[in-house]
């Protein structure tokens, strides 16, 4: 995949992310309306319901398609697993989310992905840094004051909320007025009917 951007290519913003499948989506989407509501913090909102996979990154338009095939080509050798969400986190006092239990399937996903993509693009000024990969679905950030922050986690931290779904895709992200998904990498031996993954609770 060639990154060289010519100096009249205005490049595009790019991520790799899971998107968890309805009714799940949904109940996030609720806590995140909820928290900007009670907690006076927009930003989540601005974003779809997700876990980052790859941190956004630059990447000339035109090698658009090589992103798709590349997303494509991945996929197909995965298989699906099943993601299980378990309570809320924190980051340093400022960002509040959902937890996806780090499970061996979801962390060698990602690990394989990452490394992957790290052949076919260079990790140059025109990507984001990498932290580790820690799965969380943020719900609050950025904007939430440290006030804010401390009153809401307050409230979340030993808030339960138990959720599971198949993951059997993951979604290639641009930003284009607002994040969309431009592509779904289906993993193989996807089973009839998993695209709409049940709601369940355990624990």
Known sequence: MSTNMSQSARPG???FAIVPPEP???NIREIQEYVEKEYR????????VHTTLIAPFEAPVPVERELIDFTNNFAVKEKPFEVCIDGFGEFHQTTIYVKPIESPEIMGMQKRLSKEFAKVYSRGKSRGPSYGFHPHITIAFRDLSRPMFDKAWHEFE??????RFILNHICLMKYDHGWKTIQKGIFAGNPPGAEHSELSLFG
């Open 13 to 15: 913003i790019y991520f």
């Open 24 to 26: 799940v989506y949904g």
């Open 41 to 48: 913090t927009h930003e989540a909102m601005k974003r779809p």
């Open 158 to 163: 030993s808030k339960i909320f138990r959720r």
